[in-house]
């Protein structure tokens, strides 16, 4: 018969051998984060790779429809066609009442927005993108995306 020391120690070392290991997150990788789903993948512990995965960032698509909640700038200097280089073979984004339409070769297509005052979240499959409307003239469009820099678009002339 083993003692009730040995079974306890015993019992210990099996539960430490099993217990969930905590990961090391890097705060600069979850400050860098380009959504809130990838920050809280690198939060549970998953690398910077998996974080970014597919696999680890996979929401389900928000089911709603682009509106303008208090718009700052009125939504016809908003909508339009936008490129950062007009000499460039395309354009970079198309808004309208619709939808958000990124030209990319993507197979996401248009993508629900909402814009309430001067913030604009844009919801793709696996991530939502929140930016800032900085400047709106009718003929520039200047967006602040993600903590990244200012981007200044022109419209687009057909």
Same mark, same amino acid.
């Given at each position: ?7 306890? &120690? &015993?019992?210990? /070392? ?57 718009? &700052? ?5 908003? /909508? ?9 073979? !395309? ?51 200047? &967006? !602040? /995306? ?13």
């Amino acid at each position: 018969m083993r003692s009730p020391l040995f079974l306890t &120690l &015993l019992w210990i /070392f099996v539960a430490s051998c099993t217990a969930p290991q905590n990961k090391q997150v890097k705060s600069d990788q979850v400050a860098r984060a380009a959504s809130d789903s990838v920050a809280l993948a690198i939060r549970q512990g998953f690398s910077w790779a998996a974080a970014e995965s597919s696999v680890v960032n996979k929401p389900p698509p928000p089911v709603l429809n682009s509106r303008i909640i208090n718009p &700052l700038f009125p939504p016809e200097k908003l /909508f339009g066609i936008w490129a950062i280089d007009l000499s460039a073979p !395309h354009a970079d984004f198309w808004l309208d009442e619709d939808a958000f339409y990124l030209a990319e070769a993507d197979e996401e297509g248009n993508r629900p927005y909402i814009i309430d005052e001067d913030s604009i979240k844009i919801y793709y499959k696996n991530f939502t993108a929140r930016g800032k409307i900085v400047r709106a003239t009718g003929d520039t469009l200047v &967006l !602040h /995306f993600n903590e990244g820099e200012e981007s200044c678009y022109l419209r687009w002339k057909e």
